[in-house]
């Protein structure tokens, strides 16, 4: 990954980056309220020598006086100064006990020597401080006392008493939220980078290039008012959604320049990735544009085309296949535009072997002599087979992908399957993609504001008074009524029966 995935995967995981930073913070801020404060009180005691005072003899015993401090600084520790402490002031302590809370030390080239005693009292710390400073006194004093008698001449004083500490030592706060912050933050960042490289799932263009190499024929963006307005013309004629299946027609006929795939099959790896509203919305968008499209629903096994175009299922595909209707009696029409819908009809107990027989093979041919563009919604690849065995007869297939839904795995196995019955895959549509975040799809060159939004809501409300909110049971017949104006100065539509359900005999292979 380069630098740009990382700061994806940063701008992907961000809450999970500031809950950690927050946890550590907390853990610090929690650590230093549950330790005791530690004070530590600190003196200081400065070594001589006894001579003369000649300049020879300072200068000796100056050396010798640094070549001793570290010496005593060692001594410190051990009993022979502690344990005196110890007895002076009564404590309840080993001298091994005190010397983990004594810590002695001293600057180079100096006579300093530094004594520092940590304790939970600061007065006792400063008592023991003190204490400790003149046993060593004494235990300097009788080490380097002369054997043939005399006195030492060596001599330790105090330089800088011990008092008591005003603020603890410990814990610092400060260092302990700043650690906190830090670990909590590494914790983040870490965390978020092995997520996203344990996780497979396809959340962008990104991901999907891991993949394949198909082209892209667009983005869906996830809308909250899809799941109960479906359909494209329940949508502002500006927002990012209609723009979205507006830039899917257009992608799809430059695929498709050479005019070869006139039935486009819409599937997907699994169920739930929108590929029924992707291909119902898409047959709308090519209908728009002035194109005569009939949406074919073949998903045998969960048909949804019906419910979100309000129309009848008992008759379609099914009772086609059967034989036991015409074709052009089934077909129906649906809003201004030159759009025919075939649904399911009644699911099977076969649909494999129906949607891989001869006689589906004869409706797409009969429906794409008629039509300029056939759009076959069917079931996902991987629960079923039916979508790669109809793959066979159509010109051309569209994976929808949702985002977030869709593992690697499970896309590379639907292309894998779609390759081996022969399949030419057109394109990919990336669904539910983010309206916001690093994975974000959105339109930069369209502004919309309140004023759009309220005229495109109403001219929305009156189109779904005419065609979209059609009732299940008596949509057949107010789709019908619908078909006025335009749609019938169609060449191709001038000797259709204007009654519900008719499509024009003499356009139908077989009449």
């Known amino acids: 990954m380069d630098l740009r995935d990382y700061l994806r995967v940063l701008r992907r995981n961000w809450i999970m980056i500031v809950a950690a930073t927050l946890g550590g913070l907390l853990v610090g801020g929690a650590f230093s309220i549950m330790t005791k404060p530690t004070y530590t009180a600190e003196t200081q005691l400065f070594v001589a020598i006894q001579n003369s005072g000649s300049v020879q003899e300072l200068q000796q015993g100056n050396t010798f006086s640094q070549a001793r401090v570290q010496s005593y600084v060692k001594t410190v520790g051990s009993p022979v100064v502690l344990q005196p402490a110890i007895d002076s002031l009564g404590l309840p302590q080993t001298a091994d006990e005190l010397a983990k809370k004594v ?3 001293t600057d180079l080239n100096t006579v300093l020597i530094n004594i520092s005693v940590s304790d939970q009292s600061p007065v006792q710390s400063a008592a023991i401080a003190q204490a400790v400073a003149n046993s060593l006194i004494k235990a300097v004093d009788n080490l380097e006392k002369p054997r043939t008698g005399g006195t030492s001449p060596v001599s330790l004083s105090i330089i800088k008493p011990a008092t008591a500490p005003l603020v603890p030592s410990a814990p610092n706060t400060r260092i302990n939220l700043l650690m906190g912050l830090l670990l909590g933050l590494a914790i983040g960042v870490g965390g978020s980078v092995l997520r996203s490289t344990l996780d497979t799932r396809i959340r962008s263009e990104v991901d999907l290039r891991r993949v394949t190499d198909i082209p892209l024929l667009g983005g869906i963006s996830l809308d909250a008012n899809a799941t109960k307005q479906p359909l494209l013309t329940q949508a502002p004629h500006q927002s990012p959604r209609s723009e979205s299946f507006r830039q899917l027609r257009t992608n799809l006929q430059f695929t498709n320049v050479s005019g070869r795939a006139k039935t486009v099959l819409v599937t997907s790896s699994l169920p739930g990735e929108g590929k029924s509203t992707t291909a119902t919305n898409l047959a709308i968008a090519l209908a728009q544009a002035g194109q005569s499209v009939c949406l074919v629903d073949a998903d045998l096994r ?20 059967l034989g036991t209707a015409e074709l052009d009696d089934l077909l129906q029409p649906w809003g201004d535009d030159n759009l025919y819908v075939l649904t399911s009809g009644q699911i099977p107990p076969n649909p494999s072997e129906l949607l891989g027989s001869d ?22 690849l991987l629960p079923v087979t039916d979508a790669a065995v109809l793959s066979q007869h159509a010109g051309g297939v569209v994976l ?9 795995q499970e896309l590379q196995k639907s292309i894998d399957a779609l390759q081996m019955v022969g399949a030419d895959v057109l394109g990919i549509v990336l669904n539910l993609l983010p309206v916001k975040g690093p994975d974000a799809y959105s339109y930069s060159y369209y502004s919309y504001t309140a004023t759009e939004a309220a005229t495109n809501d109403a001219s929305a409300r009156r189109r779904r008074g005419r065609s979209a909110k059609v009732d299940a049971t008596d949509g057949y017949k107010d789709s019908a009524n619908n078909l006025t104006g335009d749609i019938f100065d169609q060449p191709f539509l001038n000797d259709a029966v204007k009654a519900p359900g008719k ?8 009449n």
Not at 400 to 405: A, E, P, T
Not at 503 to 510: M, Q
Request: a neutral charge.
């Open 103 to 105: 810590q002695a030390s």
């Open 302 to 321: 969960r048909p949804m085309v019906n419910e979100y175009l309000g129309l009848e299922r008992n008759a379609g595909l099914t009772t086609a296949l």
């Open 359 to 380: 006689e589906m093979k004869d409706i797409i041919t009969r429906l794409e002599n008629v039509f300029d563009t056939v759009v076959i919604d069917t079931s996902p």
């Open 400 to 408: 929808v992908v949702g985002v977030q839904r869709t593992r690697q």
């Open 503 to 510: 499509f024009p005999r003499d356009r139908v292979p077989g």
